[in-house]
């Protein structure tokens, strides 16, 4: 084969990649049209039969084509997704918000900037991203009116709960109104392609230090060293110009700081997701066809079974609890607030029922928000 037959077949895939790419933006607009039609009914946004039915047809059509079934329907899933989401955009956005002004944590590259091109990234609304150090600067830009949303990191699943991130909940008055679950893949980054028996020190995030911790600890005489986030650890790295020093970040974290990737997914775990939630300074109207959450949070009487007596009340209503995280509460030693999360929507009998028993139970109650839920990818 010579260099010209390969540079045809190139420009053969590109032009179907073309179509492809086409092909898929013709179906965004459609699934918007879909849900304009969806808008004057009172059905479910998705219907899981007909997607089940989809990804069996698709996935058999491509089998007889030669492809692996299993990376059809992995495609089909993404590409069904990106269809609720975009419905759920158009039934969620009021008319008189021609854009949205939305926060992160860190720099660009950053997991909470991932968070905010995935959470947005198909709204029909302009978006503008800004970085700031620190959670609690990030949350004041919500509550000052200098952003419209933030991405704040409340979960992950291989080092559990930010616990900073339920402490800020609980003193800030805000709300909750979305949440983005990002996968999370862990590189090692340097300035130069070096051995990694080289590195002297590792920067990141604690979190991700933790989420790594396996990894490190097969690297002798090499040291974990805390940053406020993955991608300012990158950024750190690179301005410090030493081949001896790493950051655990994203591969997108590495391009943008021009660093190399020297080891991917370096995780403890090879599935590693952390769930972002959608903050404002108000609550938004969650539209009863979503599917949704409810997170609250409460601080029980100091009595015996006070917390099994709460939970029971959940459980009676029928509810499907998704989250319960313990806190210790200010001011009052060996007291605890706890954060609840369950699913269905605020104006749901069954959602006001339990309120309203957990309000006769405990010494404190708050709701958080109601808000469109996010699956895990599957």
Same mark, same amino acid.
Do not use: F, V
């Given at each position: 084969m010579t260099s010209h037959d390969l540079a045809a077949l190139r420009k053969s895939l590109d032009d179907i990649d073309q179509v492809l790419v086409s092909a898929l933006g013709e179906r965004a607009r459609l699934a918007r049209d879909i849900a304009r039609v969806k808008a004057d009914g009172d059905g479910p946004v998705r219907d899981t039969d007909r997607e089940t039915a989809l990804l069996q047809h698709r996935s058999a059509v491509g089998e007889r084509l030669g492809l692996d079934p299993a990376f059809v329907r992995r495609i089909f899933r993404e590409i069904l997704d990106d269809s609720v989401r975009r419905q759920q955009d158009q039934l969620q956005v009021a008319p008189d918000t021609p854009e949205v002004r939305v926060a992160f944590q860190g720099t660009?590259?950053?997991?909470?900037?991932?968070?905010?091109l995935q959470h947005f990234g198909v709204t029909s609304r302009a978006v503008g991203l800004k970085a700031y150090p620190t959670f609690k600067a990030m949350l004041e830009a919500v509550i000052e009116g200098h952003v419209d949303r933030?991405? /704040?990191?409340?979960e992950n699943t291989t080092a559990g709960s930010v616990y900073e991130a339920y402490d800020l909940l609980l003193r800030y008055n805000l709300s909750l109104v979305g949440e983005e679950v990002v996968d999370v893949r862990h590189c090692l980054l340097g300035v130069a392609n070096v051995p990694i028996e080289s590195i002297r020190r590792i920067h990141s995030h604690p979190?991700?230090?933790?989420?790594?911790?396996e990894f490190l600890s097969g690297l002798a005489g090499c040291e974990g060293v805390a940053a406020a986030n993955t991608a300012l650890a990158a950024q750190h790295v690179r301005d410090l110009g030493d081949p001896g020093e790493a950051a655990i970040a994203s591969e997108e974290a590495g391009a943008h700081f021009g660093l190399q990737v020297l080891a991917r997914d370096i995780a403890n775990q090879a599935v590693n997701y952390t769930r972002f939630v959608v903050v404002a300074a108000s609550p938004l109207d969650c539209d009863p066809r979503i599917a949704a959450k409810v997170s609250l949070v409460l601080a029980t009487r100091h009595e015996h079974g006070a917390l099994v007596r709460c939970l029971n009340i959940i459980a009676e209503e029928?509810?499907? /609890?998704?989250?319960?995280?313990?806190r210790p509460r200010p001011g009052t030693p060996w007291e605890y607030v706890f954060y609840i999360d369950v699913e269905g929507h605020l104006g749901e009998p069954r959602?006001?029922?339990? /309120?309203?028993?957990?309000?006769?139970?405990t010494v404190f109650l708050k709701v958080l928000g109601c808000y469109p839920s996010r699956e895990l990818p599957r």
């Open positions: 660009e590259g950053a997991y909470g900037h991932q968070a905010a933030g991405m /704040l990191p409340i979190q991700a230090l933790a989420q790594c911790s029928g509810l499907n /609890l998704t989250k319960l995280e313990s959602i006001q029922a339990a /309120l309203a028993g957990l309000a006769a139970r």
